[in-house]
């Protein structure tokens, strides 16, 4: 059997995705990561096969345009124009990916949460597929806060009302996405099939697996029996070699801070980063700040910094004291991994309700970026940095992960769903037998 996994085109979504890919090829399974070409270096590097799929769309001045306005934006404004993108780029994602599930004789995909528009495509061809979540899996029953909000959570009468009042109040986000799946499905002949006031209709039915932990996830949900908690998808191996100064180390109590790689756009967080850091006496600051600030803009610099656009981020935060983070789920579970307690800055997207569970689980603290200064967010490095039980809760999480074993797990599971063993046993293709579905749908 032949199985695809098809990742979103952002770091945070490729590292995790092909660490997974690498692991079910290493138990002897063929496997291909489709994404956009730009993305083939991560593939190269978890030793992967390649297809590029979608070049027309994620190369269109519409695309290019989205990408440019959405590393300054924050909040609900920048996560509204995150599903805009999904909505737009549909119908063109998906009609290549029907061609290149048939050139490459696919048997089985894998696909992100993020596109869960895409399941179309295999649920027309009678191909079983599996859903991942490398972002925080999307709670839209209201049994716990949506992740784009930073609420604490318990389950009060009144909690559970705010949780549902907040899904009414942001449903006109998500709604251009599904009315964007909704048209496809009607062009290929799937919309009767379809229950569309089911939020998780086009959620795998044989298998739905988070790389979040159980321990890090608010109680409250009931989720279906193909959900799976299993932990990061992640091994220290498989990624795209970064340069460092490792010389410029001076040995000090390492504080590393990163804005993640799709929102970093806003340079004031930069600096109220490097200020609230040069308050700390007899440390060091790394900060990475990707490929949209000019790092010669950021003021008020602790003298002994190292200012990075990039960073082999696993191999750092196992020698830092402190991670300064946007809250995107990838840097908050490698954080969890190597014991490090954090200070969030959530941005948009799942970030917030990370940041929320960080402050849940007592292994770092947060502050909305409305809220951010160099007062609040020095107050909060001192409180993480001074308390000890914020490490130790972050050492009893790396516990987990370790006992949990999460990529093994999710591995597992894929197999099961799948039906396939650790030996590869050959199935015949039924690649050549797909017929490209006529669709009327546009692009949203």
């Known amino acids: 059997m032949k199985i695809a996994f098809v990742s979103v085109p952002v770091p945070g979504h490729l590292n995790p995705t092909s660490t997974l ?17 730009s993305t ?15 070049e027309s769309v994620s190369t269109s001045s ?38 290149v599930l048939r050139e490459e004789r696919i048997d089985a995909v894998v696909l992100d949460e993020g596109q869960a528009g895409l399941a179309l495509v295999p649920m027309y061809l009678g191909m079983p597929y599996a859903t991942i979540s490398n972002s925080f899996h999307l709670d839209f029953t209201g049994g716990t806060p949506l992740c784009i909000f930073d609420w604490p959570h318990d389950s009060s009468p009144q909690s559970l009302a705010r949780n549902r009042e907040g899904l009414r109040k942001t449903n006109h986000i998500f709604e251009p996405s599904r009315i964007a799946a909704r048209s496809y499905a009607e ?15 086009l959620i795998s039915k044989l298998a739905w697996i988070t790389q979040s932990l159980k321990e890090f996830d608010f109680a409250g ?33 390492l504080i590393y801070a990163s804005m993640g790689t799709g929102h970093n756009g806003i340079q004031e967080i930069f600096n109220t980063i490097a200020k609230a850091a040069g308050t700390q006496p007899g440390t060091q600051l790394v900060l990475s700040i990707g490929q949209t600030v000019d790092p010669k803009m950021i003021q008020s610099l602790p003298p002994n910094s190292i200012v990075v656009r990039s960073a082999p981020q696993q191999e ?57 200064s160099v007062p609040r967010l020095s107050s909060l490095i001192d409180q993480v940095m001074g308390n000890p039980k914020y490490r130790q809760n972050a050492m009893r999480m790396k516990e987990t992960i370790a006992e949990t074993n999460g990529l093994e797990r999710a591995v597992d599971l894929l197999e099961e769903a799948f039906h396939l063993s650790s030996q590869r046993t050959p199935v015949p293709s039924h690649g050549s037998e797909h017929q490209a579905p006529s669709t009327r749908a546009s692009n949203g």
Request: charged share 20%.
């Open 40 to 54: 083939e270096p991560f593939a190269h590097a978890a030793q992967l096969s390649f297809v590029p799929y979608g």
């Open 187 to 201: 062009g290929i002949g799937l919309d009767q099939r379809i229950d569309w006031n089911d939020p998780f209709a």
């Open 21 to 37: 890919a690498r692991r079910l090829k290493a138990r002897g399974n063929d496997v291909v990561l489709i994404s956009a070409p």
């Open 316 to 372: 750092l935060l196992a020698r830092s004291s402190l991670c300064i983070t946007h809250a995107g789920l990838n840097t908050t579970l490698e954080s969890l991994m190597h014991g490090v307690p954090m200070v969030a800055i959530p941005v948009t997207n799942d970030q917030p309700g990370n940041a929320a569970k960080i402050a849940h689980t007592k292994t770092g603290a947060f502050v909305p970026i409305e809220e951010l």
């Open 62 to 99: 519409t695309v290019q345009e989205f990408r440019q306005q959405i590393g300054s934006l924050h909040g609900l404004e920048a996560l509204a124009l995150v599903w805009k993108i999904l909505a737009w780029t549909h119908k063109g994602l998906a009609d290549d990916l029907f061609r």
């Open 221 to 253: 949900t009931e989720w279906p029996s193909q959900f799976h908690h299993t932990g990061p998808f992640h091994d220290g191996a498989g990624r795209i070699d970064v340069d460092f100064p490792w010389d410029r180390l001076t040995g000090e109590p």
